[in-house]
């Protein structure tokens, strides 16, 4: 993994640069550059019988947002077909 944190802005000192370097390398494989699923571990939610799952009508994008929306989705879409 090529890490390049000399573009970042002047928000961390050369120590936590440093740090953050180690980090990145350290945990290489948990940031990749393509989405994916996390594949760690399953998992599951325990609930009571007296609770039932919650039904919400889908929300509408503002309209400014729509096309940014839709590239986004595209790219993902694009990215795993």
């Given at each position: ?8 802005p002047d928000v961390l000192n050369?120590?936590q640069k440093y740090q953050l ?61």
């Amino acid at each position: 993994m090529d890490i390049e944190l000399n573009q970042m802005p002047d928000v961390l000192n050369a120590q936590q640069k440093y740090q953050l370097r180690n980090l990145l390398q350290r945990y290489e494989g948990l940031f990749r550059n393509l989405p994916g699923k996390v594949k760690v571990r399953d998992h599951f939610v325990k609930v009571t019988a007296d609770n039932s799952p919650k039904r919400l009508q889908p929300y509408r994008i503002h309209i400014a947002l729509q096309k940014e929306v839709e590239l986004q989705i595209n790219e993902l879409l694009e990215t795993w077909t």
